[in-house]
């Protein structure tokens, strides 16, 4: 089984910052695009952002140029630098990976439990 563990989410005012971690683990043999994606109160859960296993990134366009992601294959992790936040950023963040098991014959995708972030003064 894959396990994925988020934690850096909190409570930030305006213009302030957060990072988010995502680890997997259980009995991964290799892991390959990982993603953040968030979902607010009401609204449908969207991409944020995205990262293939050589570092190729994309980014919705409301948070470029405010977020960073960023990933270890070692540690099998996903993180997610968030500057500049504003009160829209405010979701709940689920981290998304794509995950080859060990006597597995191609890649599952696995989510995270999320993480809350909020924005606010």
């Known amino acids: 089984q894959v396990q994925l563990v988020e934690s850096g989410g909190g409570l930030v005012q305006p213009g302030g910052s957060l990072k988010l971690s995502c680890a997997a683990s259980?009995?991964?043999?290799?892991?390959?695009?990982m993603a953040w994606y968030r979902q607010a109160p009401g609204k449908q859960r969207e991409l944020v952002a995205a990262i293939t296993r050589g570092g190729n990134t994309n980014y919705a366009d409301s948070v470029k140029g405010r977020f960073t992601i960023s990933r270890d294959n070692v540690k099998n992790t996903v993180y997610l630098q968030m500057n500049s936040l504003k009160p829209e950023d405010t979701a709940v963040y689920y981290c998304?990976?794509?995950?080859?098991?060990?006597?597995?014959?191609?890649?599952?995708?696995?989510w995270g439990q999320g993480t809350q972030v909020t924005v606010s003064s």
């Open positions: 259980g009995s991964i043999f290799r892991t390959n695009a």
């Open positions: 998304n990976v794509d995950v080859w098991q060990y006597g597995r014959g191609s890649y599952e995708a696995y």
